[in-house]
């Protein structure tokens, strides 16, 4: 039958174009205004799930928390083979931290239910902290194994990884359920289907508040998604005190581009002598090393 896998994926600023319209005056991040991609580990989250999916079967399911054009990531999901896609959106999400983050994607996936493996990325390119996929295991009470840089083994039950560690790996197992933090080492994904795309590119939302259809995504029967579920506060059982803006105890204060701009340069003679010398002062300067 193969694992129930849930992916949690983020739409996120390019963070490589950011302008001065980034800030909202309530200390939100104005992301209408900035270029939108798919966040880079999630596309090594998402992967990993469809390799374990062509290897055991089982079942992909992609989640977002977002404002309504985050439903271009969930299209991109369904373009590589996800089986099914929801979006999480409410004004009341809006300037959530990672707290609160973390809070309403698990009552999202409690609301899925029946999953043995959940796959975050590592990190999201905006905030950069890497809090949400712990905070998600530790909310629903299950096991995480972070960082990892390669599936080396799946069945029915379990999973065996290679985590990355500071000084290098470490070869961890663990039943189901498991939450997996993934790295961009793990893979390389795979690129969107044509044939998908053509019956994915006009989908479009619907607000449903009914309990996750079961039988809809049995194995076997998995037919053409029809719509991209789209659940709110209420639809996800959430307390809206824990969400968004007042479920936050951070608030982001300002975010801007850094632009490093060179000071002084130096020739350094192609000589061993030269790249000695170098070395010494990148080191003496804890540039290095
Ligand atoms: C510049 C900046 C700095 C910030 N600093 C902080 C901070 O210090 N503390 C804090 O609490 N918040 C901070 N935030 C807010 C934080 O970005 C949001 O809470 C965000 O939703 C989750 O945190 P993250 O981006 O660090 O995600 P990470 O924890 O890095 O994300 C890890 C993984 O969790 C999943 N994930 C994260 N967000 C979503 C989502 N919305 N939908 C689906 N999956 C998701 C993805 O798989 C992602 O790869 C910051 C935001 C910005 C823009």
Same mark, same amino acid.
């Not at 498991?178 to 989908?203: D, H």
């Given at each position: 039958?193969?694992?129930?896998?849930?992916? $949690?994926?983020?739409?996120?600023?390019?963070?490589?174009?950011?302008?001065?319209?980034?800030? =909202?005056?309530?200390?939100?991040?104005?992301?209408?205004?900035?270029?939108?991609? @798919?966040?880079?580990?999630?596309?090594?989250? +998402?992967?990993?799930?469809?390799?374990?999916? %062509?290897?055991?079967?089982? $079942?992909? #399911?992609?989640?977002?928390?977002?404002?309504?054009? *985050? *439903?271009?990531?969930?299209?991109?999901?369904?373009?590589?083979?996800?089986?099914?896609?929801?979006?999480?959106?409410?004004?009341? @999400?809006?300037?959530?931290?990672?707290?609160?983050?973390?809070?309403? &994607?698990?009552?999202?996936?409690?609301?899925?239910?029946?999953?043995? &493996? #959940? +796959?975050?990325?590592?990190?999201?390119?905006?905030? %950069?902290?890497?809090?949400?996929?712990?905070?998600?295991?530790?909310?629903?009470?299950?096991?995480?194994?972070?960082? #990892?840089?390669?599936?080396?083994?799946?069945?029915?039950?379990? /999973?065996?990884?290679?985590?990355?560690?500071?000084?290098g790996?470490?070869?961890?197992?663990?039943? @189901?359920?498991?939450?997996? $933090?993934?790295?961009?080492?793990?893979? !390389?994904?795979?690129?969107?289907?044509?044939?998908?795309?053509?019956?994915?590119?006009?989908?479009?939302?619907? &607000?449903?508040?009914?309990?996750?259809?079961e039988?809809?995504?049995?194995?076997?029967?998995?037919?053409?998604?029809?719509?991209?579920?789209?659940?709110?506060?209420?639809? /996800?059982?959430?307390?809206?005190? !824990?969400?968004g803006?007042?479920?936050?105890?951070?608030?982001?204060? =300002?975010?801007?581009?850094?632009?490093?701009?060179?000071?002084?340069?130096?020739?350094?003679?192609n000589?061993?002598?030269?790249?000695?010398? &170098?070395?010494?002062?990148?080191? *003496?300067?804890?540039i290095?090393?």
């Open positions: 039958m193969g694992p129930r896998m849930i992916v $949690t994926v983020k739409q996120v600023p390019d963070t490589h174009n950011i302008t001065g319209e980034a800030m =909202k005056e309530d200390g939100t991040v104005n992301r209408a205004a900035l270029p939108a991609i @798919f966040n880079p580990e999630d596309l090594n989250a +998402l992967e990993e799930a469809l390799k374990i999916k %062509d290897q055991l079967g089982g $079942t992909v #399911i992609c989640i977002s928390m977002g404002p309504p054009n *985050a *439903a271009e990531v969930l299209k991109e999901c369904l373009y590589r083979g996800a089986d099914d896609v929801v979006l999480v959106s409410d004004r009341r @999400f809006a300037g959530a931290d990672t707290l609160a983050t973390s809070y309403a &994607l698990k009552c999202a996936i409690e609301k899925v239910g029946g999953y043995d &493996l #959940i +796959l975050c990325g590592r990190q999201a390119i905006d905030g %950069d902290t890497a809090q949400v996929g712990p905070q998600i295991a530790e909310k629903l009470g299950i096991n995480q194994l972070t960082c #990892i840089a390669a599936v080396v083994q799946v069945d029915e039950q379990s /999973i065996t990884v290679k985590r990355s560690v500071e000084d790996y470490e070869i961890v197992r663990s039943q @189901f359920p498991v939450l997996l $933090t993934v790295t961009a080492e793990a893979n !390389q994904p795979r690129t969107a289907k044509a044939k998908l795309v053509m019956s994915y590119k006009n989908i479009g939302k619907e &607000l449903c508040d009914d309990s996750y259809d039988a809809y995504l049995s194995p076997g029967t998995c037919s053409a998604v029809s719509h991209i579920k789209e659940w709110n506060v209420e639809s /996800i059982g959430a307390d809206p005190q !824990q969400c803006l007042s479920g936050s105890p951070t608030k982001v204060k =300002k975010i801007q581009s850094v632009v490093l701009t060179a000071c002084e340069s130096k020739q350094i003679p000589t061993e002598a030269g790249i000695a010398e &170098l070395m010494h002062e990148l080191i *003496a300067e804890n290095i090393g």
